[in-house]
Nanobody
Framework: QVQLVESGGGLVQPGESLRLSCAAS????????MAWYRQAPGKQRDLVAD???????NYADSVKGRFTISRDNAKNTVYLQLNSLRSEDTAVYYC?????????????WGQGTQVTVSS
């Protein structure tokens, strides 16, 4: 069983920063991809950024230049540094871990952490 535990959300003002963390535990296959998604009220869950075991990153256009994803493979932990936050970044942020074995995708989610950007 794989578990993902997120931390670091909160209430900040526009322009401020936050750092989210997500620690994975259990039987984890490597290589894998760790990612952050977000879901605002009434909207679908969208990819924010992802990172492979080898460190290749990918970002949504809306966060490029403001957010940075990183990971510590030894700790099975992924981070998301959120800078220059805007009100439209307000959402529940979910950690995601995925890998593929023999054409089967294994996908796990964290419980989510709330990020609220408001003055």
């Amino acid at each position: 069983q794989v578990q993902l535990v997120e931390s670091g959300g909160g209430l900040v003002q526009p322009g401020e920063s936050l750092r989210l963390s997500c620690a994975a535990s259990g039987s984890i296959f490597s290589p894998n991809v760790m990612a952050w998604y977000r879901q605002a009220p009434g909207k679908q869950r969208d990819l924010v950024a992802d990172i492979t075991s080898g460190g290749t990153t990918n970002y949504a256009d809306s966060v490029k230049g403001r957010f940075t994803i990183s990971r510590d493979n030894a700790k099975n932990t992924v981070y998301l540094q959120l800078n220059s936050l805007r009100s439209e970044d307000t959402a529940v942020y979910y950690c995601n871990l995925e890998w593929v074995v023999l054409s089967r995708t294994y996908r796990y989610w964290g419980q989510g952490t709330q990020v609220t950007v408001s003055s």
